[in-house]
T-cell receptor
Framework: AQKITQTQPGMFVQEKEAVTLDCTYDTSDPSYGLFWYKQPSSGEMIFLIYQGSYDQQNATEGRYSLNFQKARKSANLVISASQLGDSAMYFCAMREQNSWGKLQFGAGTQVVVTP | EADIYQTPRYLVIGTGKKITLECSQTMGHDKMYWYQQDPGMELHLIHYSYGVNSTEKGDLSSESTVSRIRTEHFPLTLESARPSHTSQYLC?????????????FGQGTRLTVV
């Protein structure tokens, strides 16, 4: 069964606007971690932000913030003040405590930032 | 900056050839992973390793094999390449027993089998 669901295959956003990328997850582990990665067209995976299941506050890293709603099992990524260089594929991923470090990925959301 | 390297970046090879995709990391990570990704699609785990002499198959069945003779090296081999193996292969590593540390990825190998 799919454990990470990203329902938005693609999004357009104007430069300087904020964009929210949706991610819902499914796990019965009480301890887990949620990650967001960016994949530009060059193919490498760039780590953006992490949220632990026991973290009380939403994670933030510069222009990236995570809207973590544990009861709804959602971990949406917010990119503020979008830049042209933000155009990329964005993946949500989860690591469960009993998974020996393995990351499970969603299908990704393609973001295109327009001038 | 991540110290994990994959070679080659791009490979075009004929059907039936044997190929080895190289992956090395200098961070001393015990855990290493191979993911397969078709263009614009999600990543699927095909192999992982907890440490030297440990290898396991991932969630997606793959005809490839891996070995882990040294901590820093985790090569992936296809004995007889087929067009269905055309894909991007991403190698990653992470620290042991750390829930909150990210996996570091190499730049990937884009394999085309003709």
């Amino acid at each position: 069964a799919q454990k990470i669901t990203q329902t938005q295959p693609g999004m357009f956003v104007q430069e300087k606007e904020a964009v929210t990328l949706d991610c819902t997850y499914d796990t019965s582990d009480p301890s887990y971690g949620l990650f967001w990665y960016k994949q530009p067209s060059s193919g490498e995976m760039i780590f953006l932000i992490y949220q632990g299941s026991y973290d009380q506050q939403n994670a933030t890293e510069g222009r990236y913030s995570l809207n973590f709603q544990k009861a709804r099992k959602s971990a949406n990524l917010v990119i503020s003040a979008s830049q042209l260089g933000d155009s990329a594929m964005y993946f949500c991923a989860m690591r469960e405590q009993n998974s020996w470090g393995k990351l499970q990925f969603g299908a990704g959301t393609q973001v295109v930032v327009t001038p | 900056e991540a110290d994990i390297y994959q070679t080659p970046r791009y490979l075009v090879i004929g059907t039936g050839k044997k190929i080895t995709l190289e992956c090395s990391q200098t961070m001393g990570h015990d855990k290493m992973y191979w993911y397969q990704q078709d263009p614009g699609m999600e990543l699927h785990l095909i192999h992982y390793s907890y440490g030297v002499n440990s290898t396991e198959k991932g969630d997606l069945s793959s005809e490839s094999t891996v070995s882990r003779i040294r901590t820093e090296h985790f090569p992936l081999t296809l004995e007889s390449a087929r067009p269905s193996h055309t894909s991007q292969y991403l190698c990653a590593s992470s620290e042991s027993n750390s829930m909150n540390t990210e996996a570091f990825f190499g730049q990937g190998t884009r394999l085309t089998v003709v």
